[in-house]
């Protein structure tokens, strides 16, 4: 958490740290920035092949990483809530449409889909949020499905139907509130593939190419031949930048989970 606070903190903070007149290069030219500065010519990170800071690029491509995995996760966590919910609290041939469809989405890999809608709806901001976003739900819907088909059938449920209650209020009452956990500690996980996602996606190409992020630095890096100028100030920041990022989300998730799910709770409090 620590972690994942300094990295926030330096996203809102980044008119503060860095020039955003810097990202562009005609800047950096009448600027006369040297190209392929080291960290020991120009610090704190040196420049690019353009004699652009790296800096200011790796501050400001903090908030497009963060932006775009924050947001793709909430629509993920949405839909794939609303169709977990709906198909396992209702049941019958709408549960078994809602099924089929979340296997067809965990059927067809995952990149390949997400390639082939980000080229078609085209490269920007908000279409890489939106593929992302409707490409990563199924995994949450099946998650929420089988805890809502085993909620619904608790005596607490079975006491409210019996009294008369109606199936929103059930919903309402019982049923969200006691999946919302799990959907907490979902959103936790979801966050880390999304920012994997938007990396792998502006590292092929096909992020917005009006902004900066820590995969487009990665592409720039690497069709600039920053590996064969040996310029690890380019490419290593922003792949570490990823890692830190995504790897503190996991943990942070699986601590959630462990903490919020009451099985996994009960399992190591046994193992103890």
């Known amino acids: 958490m620590l972690v994942l606070g300094v990295f926030v903190a330096a996203a809102l903070a980044a008119p503060l740290l860095a020039d955003e007149a810097n990202l562009r290069a ?19 990170l040196g420049t690019d092949s353009l004699g652009r800071p790296i800096w200011d690029q790796l501050v400001y491509g903090s908030q497009v990483s963060l932006l ?35 296997e067809w989405f965990l059927v067809i890999p995952f990149l390949p889909l997400a390639i082939v809608l980000a080229a078609v709806l085209g490269p920007s ?13 199924p995994v949450t ?15 607490y449920v079975e006491r409210s139907r019996a009294l008369g209650a109606s199936g929103a209020h059930i919903m309402g009452r019982h049923v969200l509130p006691s999946v919302m956990p799990l959907v907490i500690a979902n959103a936790t996980l979801t966050v ?3 920012i994997l996602s938007e990396t792998a996606l502006a590292f092929l190409g096909l992020g917005d190419p009006t902004r900066v992020s820590w995969g487009s630095m990665l592409e720039d890096s690497f069709s600039a031949g920053a590996l064969g100028q040996e310029a690890w100030w380019w490419y290593l920041p922003p792949g570490l930048c990823v890692i830190a990022v995504v790897l503190s989300f996991t943990l942070v998730g699986r601590a959630l989970e462990g903490i919020l799910d009451p099985r996994l709770r009960d399992s190591h409090a046994v193992g103890r």
């Open 26 to 44: 005609i800047t950096a030219d009448a600027r006369d920035y040297p190209r392929w500065a080291s960290p020991a010519e120009l610090g704190p």
């Open 68 to 102: 775009v995995g924050i947001a793709a996760t909430v629509i993920a966590i949405v839909i794939g809530t609303v169709v977990g919910v709906v198909g396992g609290f209702v049941g019958g041939w709408t549960d078994a449409a809602l099924a089929r469809l979340t």
């Open 125 to 137: 901001l908000e279409n890489i949020v939106l593929v992302i976003g409707i490409t990563s739900w």
């Open 141 to 155: 819907a099946r998650l929420i499905r089988s805890q809502v088909l085993s909620i619904k059938e608790r005596l």
């Open 192 to 194: 880390p593939v999304a």
